[in-house]
């Protein structure tokens, strides 16, 4: 080739340049960058899901003359397509003591908890403001579409960016002469712009645009309507419900933008003028030229082997002749998946990226001719643009092309990935090529020496994932035809999340209806998701065009419908699942064409064509409202303030276990997974990984020195010695100098095999009696005679399924050896140390003491890391003792989700009894869960799921026995709500079957059937004084306008066919204590040094609750300190012994007591030497009391006392008090799709007299977003043919994003009425776990909607419906004649299906 090409790359990080010329062709922009150091971009899946590694990436543009700036998935970018650009990271915004604003305001206004997503989220929105500093509202929200945070329900992140908006200033803050956000100097003032505390601001100067207001937000509820302003709401200090308090929020919001530094768009960097240079090819003598690249990667095992840059057409085309086989990168985002998951190498890469001649866009009288490599990002501008100039009658089609990329992916994916890219991957569920294959789109294949060829869409695709494209041709223009007059043309997707997420069928259709006889002469109806390629559906365009009716006539919908499900009738076992469900969408979709072209040609023959506009799916802004007193009562506790370690997680410097420097010598751990669910081993053959130079060991059962079993109740194997219980449980470790090439020796690693019989499903378990021991039985009345003398006894079951923890951040630990008398530190992310260090030293055969384990933080635990993070950091010490290196053990999203353990997943048998009026009788119940193949946690999690089935009703007589089904998946293990939640659904369940029955309303039953506070619980337990739910029902039923609301949503569903809205509300109550008695304590160790700082140590792990901060809060309290004074650095070991796990919601109260006591005795002694020196500062205190040889440390202890329950006879105290809560969720449902959103929520929590306000709220959204989830979108399927994990990864378990949060989203904390009857630390209460379950509200209103729906078709008969109320099973349940028509027939139900829930 006469191609001159150079052979090294020039781009710079944060301001600096970097040149490579040895470069690793598989190196992702990630790991260099965390190579380097800057670990703040962070590495959650590998797979562009869930935008912890996103960073901002700027290439200057010469056609525009300017740089531009966009984000990308640092985790699936390669580092060879940076030549040119330059990239941003969080550590180049700024520091903790500099932060620059985006940063600050994150971390000031609570939005970072475990702090593992918060740069990712930071670098989204720095880089919108880059490209729009001053964006809408909506620009903010749609920015973070491609990123997800488990722990804080979006809502803070949400309210932190919004004071960047445009609607801000005028609502949101005050604004110095400085540039600095302030209150008035007299300390008054909320932060709004029309504060009477202030004097400032008028009327006009409000926005209802605006969603950042802390007063009443306006609902967009026919019930609701109100035409208040922010300054109608009035003084904050009065509007609460006691009088005279003030309003909390409003008041640590002030306090919070007080310190708010100023953003000005003009003073960021500027773009280094040598990448001006090198793009516009005018740099210097001595300066790097840009050329076309060739690089060679001489790394052995290396997927990609020789790689190409192009910088023309001419040279893509000569190099792909050269190299046919050639595989052309954009986005990275299919290769970079396939390479990462799929292990496929591709040893010749040529990146197109930098070819301006595929990315330009050309007018053409018939239609508009796209560079296939425009990205996906420009293309959606460019379709805008030409929409706009073109009118509609021309731009259908393009419309349609726009909105198939609303919904594609996310920015950091849109930002790189390519139109060819899209079609030449030929997926078959692509969500554009249905549009351009229905609009007659043409593509231009170019090969070498000038040849092009014309080929139609309908012509390209040959079969699953193979298309016309011949050896050497590459896809050059895209050509999409002008749409005409009588033309309606529309796109459809639906996904198990709206956002972000993966079609499950996706279609685009098209009629030209002829004006005079108003019928179809042409038409297309193209789909995804419904065979191995884009299809065009002849039958149903055959049906519209040849029906005999005009389009607007109900019986050519009929015939399209009918038709539709004729052709694209999927079978039982089909690749992929939801056959019913498919085919559904499918003639849905034909049926919503139908209505909404009707209407665009103005043809309203048709009944359901007047309802066309139901189907708009204009998203409405999110708004959040918190409410609580302010607290006055004391100085430090209580009081709101922000996450200690938040404005360092937000700059990247907080440090997780995978950003520790590597230690010299360092060695990786990759795990050997078993390719079976149940299956005895016969050999294990190491020969060939440990052929590969730089691997050291590979470890079997038989490498354990010490103890090779391990849990409580040592049924459990660290590595298996004969047989594997589970697909992907860890059969061998493989030790090697990098993680990438432990990861390739795990590969090689061959395992032989003779299958043994699987149990999957908690279902089978108990069809087949596989279950342990252990039971647990509660027992109270003669249920045989109450049901007897009961009007109505309904029997059924409850189900509700698996929940992956998702934290961000996955397991991993990293054992060093000191080198001496076997001592080891382990650096772990777990929920608990005590354990992880007594696991290592029992299979290392050492004394517990001569192990250290160090947990700084995690990014998130939820329960996922309390147990079976012990098998992780186990591991690596293993590791490390045979190898005598420090060993690091990270596992990929994958690998965790496999191994891991999730929340239990239960079954309930039950039957009921209850009068005509709906007030209970009896229960009978018979509960199993899924415990996997070992014990783990799960008798606590049934004792505790068995304690809540009564949730918050009265039961004349009760008969609750649980057992434990073993199975042979991966041990599932705690998970917030620890069966708690689990418990409660299947009642709940059970009452909305009842209200069915009864025809009366659930809440009607739940209110006439709450405890009052002289009862006592099927455990024997008195409710007593801090019985609070009766009141907290009544209050937020009158709060929240239930009864009016009620009345619209009915008055809405009877003039909507296709939309229906549900209301549901819900009580909780929350048992908070470990349900092993010895379980109940915590200690803690204070130090005072000289200088009057202080170091507190206690028995809690952070994981981003914000337990250190209320730990240091408590210190500072007590000791009567600022909150600057006190420092936690960590939780190990040497300085925490013997330490409960942080778990049970339990931690603030053993702990925090603890600390009170180490505190209390500290301020004791010091107390004379500050009575003696009253002028002096602390500081000087603690010195003089040193020098007078005071003892200036301190151990505190706490038990909780009178704890302790026998099972067997149901006596003793089984909860020390009860966390309870009621919420109410408005919903609505698209009956043609299932696809839902929420629209309101409302939370009265009682927390009691909190430590910190505003982190509860933080735990009480992020908890509901959990149980949000759980209930709708996270679902976890196996393959009943191996076994295996079917949802792993983002991209295939769907956690809520933060477009689906609640629109309206309301949180209040119950005040404490007089003397507070709690003895816990400052009468507070644990709020981790207990507001999960109210999440679940959403699936109850989901429920009530479906009702709706099916009493529109005549179906009165109890509903029965499974948590998660996934699309898929709320379209299936609405019962209407397009579901019938899809209904597979019990003896065509044959095969075995592609995935089931367990």
């Known amino acids: 080739m006469a191609t001159e090409f150079g052979t090294s790359i020039v781009f710079y990080v944060n301001g600096e340049r970097e040149t490579l010329s040895d470069v690793d062709l598989d190196e992702t922009l990630l790991e260099y960058l965390r190579g380097r150091g800057l670990t703040g971009t962070k590495l959650g899946c590998g797979e562009g899901g869930c935008g912890a590694c996103t960073v901002m990436v700027s290439n200057y543009d010469v056609d525009r003359s300017q740089p531009v700036h966009y984000t990308v998935n640092a985790c699936l970018c390669p580092l060879y397509v940076m030549d040119g650009k330059h990239v941003v990271t969080v550590e180049g915004l700024g520091t903790a003591e500099t932060p620059h604003p985006v940063q600050q305001r994150i971390a000031l206004l609570h939005g970072s908890q475990c702090g593992f997503c918060t740069p990712g989220f930071v670098m989204s929105l720095y880089t919108l403001l880059r490209n729009t500093p001053e964006p809408s509202e909506m620009e903010i929200e749609e920015c973070f579409d491609g990123n997800l945070c488990r722990c804080t329900g979006y809502r803070p992140i949400l309210d932190a960016a919004k004071t960047f908006s445009r609607q801000a200033w005028k609502q949101g803050a005050v604004v110095g002469a400085d540039g600095l956000a302030q209150v008035s100097k007299s300390g008054k003032g909320c932060g709004k712009a029309d504060c009477c505390q202030l004097g400032g601001g008028s009327e006009s100067e409000s926005t209802a645009e605006s969603t950042l207001a802390s007063g009443e937000s306006l609902s967009a509820d026919a019930s609701d309507q109100s035409s208040k302003t922010v300054s109608d709401v009035g003084c904050c200090k009065g509007s609460t419900e006691s009088k005279g308090s003030i309003d909390g929020p409003a008041l640590e919001k002030a306090e919070a933008m007080a310190q708010f530094r100023a953003y000005d768009a003009t003073q960021e960097p500027i773009f280094p003028p040598f990448l001006m240079r090198y793009a516009r090819g005018t740099t210097v003598d001595g300066e790097p030229r840009r050329q076309a690249l060739a690089l060679v990667n001489g790394r052995s095992g290396a997927q990609c082997e020789r790689f190409f840059r192009p910088l023309t057409l001419e040279q893509l085309l000569a190099i792909v002749g050269e190299h046919p086989q050639a595989k052309l990168v954009a986005g990275n985002s299919e290769v970079g998946v396939e390479a990462r998951f799929k292990h496929s190498a591709f040893a010749v890469q040529v990146y197109v990226g930098d070819i301006p001649e595929l990315r330009v866009v050309e007018r053409q009288a018939d239609g508009v001719s796209f560079g296939a490599n425009i990205t996906l990002a420009q293309f959606a501008r460019e379709l ?468 250290v384990c160090h947990v700084k933080r995690m990014g998130g635990g939820f329960g996922g890391k309390e147990s079976r993070s012990v098998l992780v950091s186990t591991f690596a010490a293993l590791g490390a003792h045979h190898t005598r290196r420090a060993v690091r053990l990270v596992l990929d999203r994958d690998s965790d989700m496999r191994t891991s353990g999730q929340r239990h997943p239960f079954y309930a048998q039950w039957t009921v009894g209850a009068t005509r009026d709906g007030r209970l009788r009896a229960l009978r119940m018979r509960l199993f869960s899924n415990g996997g193949f070992s014990h783990d946690l799960s008798v606590g999690v049934l004792e505790r799921a068995v304690s809540h089935a009564d949730n918050c009703y009265r039961f004349a007589a009760t008969d609750i026995v649980g057992r434990v089904c073993r199975t042979n998946t991966q041990s599932n293990t705690a998970f917030r709500g620890f069966g708690g939640c689990q418990g409660m659904l299947m009642t709940e369940s059970m009452l909305c079957e009842l209200a069915d029955r009864l025809e009366l309303t659930v809440e009607h039953i739940r209110r006439i059937n709450m405890y009052e506070s002289a009862d006592v619980t099927p455990f024997s337990q008195p409710l007593g004084a801090d019985w609070n739910v009766p009141r907290m029902w009544d209050q937020l039923h009158a709060s929240a306008d239930f009864a009016a609301r009620r009345r619209a949503c009915d008055e809405y569903n009877a003039r909507t066919r296709f939309r229906k809205r549900g209301l549901a509300m819900l009580p909780t109550k929350f048992g908070i204590s470990f349900g092993v008695k010895h379980l109940n304590q915590g200690m803690a160790l204070v130090h005072v040094y000289m200088d009057g700082s202080v170091l507190v140590a206690h028995g809690g792990t952070e994981m981003g609750q914000g337990l250190h901060t209320k730990m240091a809060q408590i210190a500072a309290e007590t000791l009567q300190l600022p909150l600057s004074a006190i420092f936690i650095s960590e939780t190990a070991t040497n300085t925490a012994a013997n330490t409960s796990p942080t778990a049970a919601s339990a931690s603030s109260d053993l702990n925090g007591f603890a600390v009170h006591n180490a505190c209390a005795a500290l301020a004791r002694r010091l107390q004379p030497y500050r009575d003696e020196h009253p002028d002096l500062p602390f500081a000087k205190v603690a010195k003089i009391a040193y020098l007078d040889r005071c003892q200036l440390t301190e151990a505190g202890h706490y038990a909780t006392p009178d704890i302790g329950f026998d099972w067997q006879k149901n006596q003793g105290l089984l909860y020390f008090y009860f966390t309870q809560g009621v919420a109410l969720a408005e919903v609505e449902l698209d009956l043609l799709t299932g696809a839902h959103t929420t629209r309101r929520v409302d939370v009265l929590m009682d927390v009691g007299r909190s430590l910190n306000k505003a982190i509860d709220i933080g735990q009480i959204e992020g908890a509901f977003a959990q149980g949000q989830g759980w209930t709708t979108t996270e679902e976890y399927l196996y393959s009943p043919r191996d076994g295996r994990l079917l949802t792993q990864g983002p991209g295939n378990y769907k956690i809520p994003s933060a477009l689906d949060i609640p629109r309206d989203f309301r949180v209040e904390l119950l005040e404490p009425r007089g003397p507070s009857p709690l003895k816990t630390i400052f009468s507070s209460k644990g709020i981790g776990e207990p507001p999960l379950f109210l999440g679940s509200s959403v699936f109850f209103a989901l429920r009530d909607a479906v009702m709706a729906a099916r009493r529109q078709h005549g179906v009165t008969a109890p509903l029965h419906i499974e948590c998660p109320a996934t699309p898929e099973s709320l379209r299936l349940a609405c019962e209407d004649e397009i579901v019938e028509l899809t209904r597979i027939p019990h003896e065509q139900r044959q095969g075995t299906p592609f995935a089931v829930r367990i």
């Open 384 to 851: 805008a643009q030409l929409s706009s100039e073109l009118g509609t009658e021309k731009a259908q089609n393009l419309e349609a092309c726009l909105e198939a990329l609303r919904y594609f992916a996310g920015n950091q994916i849109r930002n790189v990935a390519t139109v060819a890219g899209n079609i030449a991957t030929a997926s078959p569920i692509s969500d554009l090529n249905p549009v351009l294959l229905a609009s007659g789109a043409e593509l231009t294949l170019a090969a070498a020496g000038g040849q092009r060829r014309t080929v139609k869409m309908a012509d390209f695709f040959l079969g699953y994932r193979r298309t016309a494209l011949q050896a050497g041709e590459v896809l050059e223009r895209v050509f999409v035809p002008h749409s005409r007059a009588g033309e309606v043309v529309r796109a459809y997707k639906q996904a198990k999340r709206k956002d972000d997420d993966i079609a499950i069928v996706t279609c685009a259709m098209r009629v030209v209806v002829d004006p005079a006889s108003g019928r179809v002469h042409d038409a297309a109806f193209a789909f995804g998701g419904m065979a191995p390629t884009t299809v065009l559906a002849a039958q149903v365009a055959d049906a519209a065009r040849d029906s005999g009716y005009a389009w607007d006539e109900p019986a050519a919908r009929a015939a399209a419908v009918a038709a539709c499900g004729a052709e694209l009738r999927l079978g039982y076992a089909v690749p992929g699942g939801m056959a019913e469900y498919r085919t559904a969408l499918a003639c849905s979709f034909v049926a919503r064409f139908w209505a909404e072209s009707c209407a665009a040609l103005g043809l309203a023959r048709g009944a359901d064509a007047a309802h066309a506009g139901e189907h708009s799916e204009a998203r409405e802004l999110s708004r959040g409202q918190q409410a609580y007193d302010a607290v006055a009562e004391r100085v430090v506790v209580g009081k709101g303030v922000a996450h200690l370690s938040a404005l360092r997680q937000a700059t990247g410097e907080a440090r997780y276990v995978d950003d520790m420097p590597a230690v010299g010598g360092e060695l990786h751990m990759a795990l050997v997974p078993s390719a079976h669910a149940h299956a005895r081993i016969t050999a294990i053959d190491a020969s060939a990984a440990l052929a590969l130079a730089g691997v050291e060991r590979v470890l079997t059962a038989a490498d354990v020195p010490g103890e090779n079993v391990w849990n409580i109740f040592r049924d459990e194997e660290l590595l298996p010695t004969r047989e594997v219980h589970y697909h992907g449980q860890p059969v061998a470790l493989v030790v090697a100098r990098t993680a990438r090439l432990a990861q390739r020796a795990a590969r090689l690693v061959r395992v032989a095999y003779d299958a043994l019989p699987a149990v999957l499903t908690v279902r089978d378990a108990v069809a087949q009696q596989a279950w342990f021991g252990e039971e647990r039985v509660l027992r109270n009345g003669d249920v045989d005679a109450a049901l007897a003398a009961s009007d109505v006894v309904l029997a059924g079951e409850s189900y509700c399924g698996a929940q992956e923890h998702f934290y961000l951040e996955p397991m991993c630990a990293v054992a060093v050896p000191r080198g001496e008398a076997g001592e080891l530190d382990l650096y772990a992310s777990t929920q608990n140390p005590t354990e992880a260090q007594m696991v290592c030293a029992e299979a290392l055969g050492v004394a517990a003491a001569r192990v």
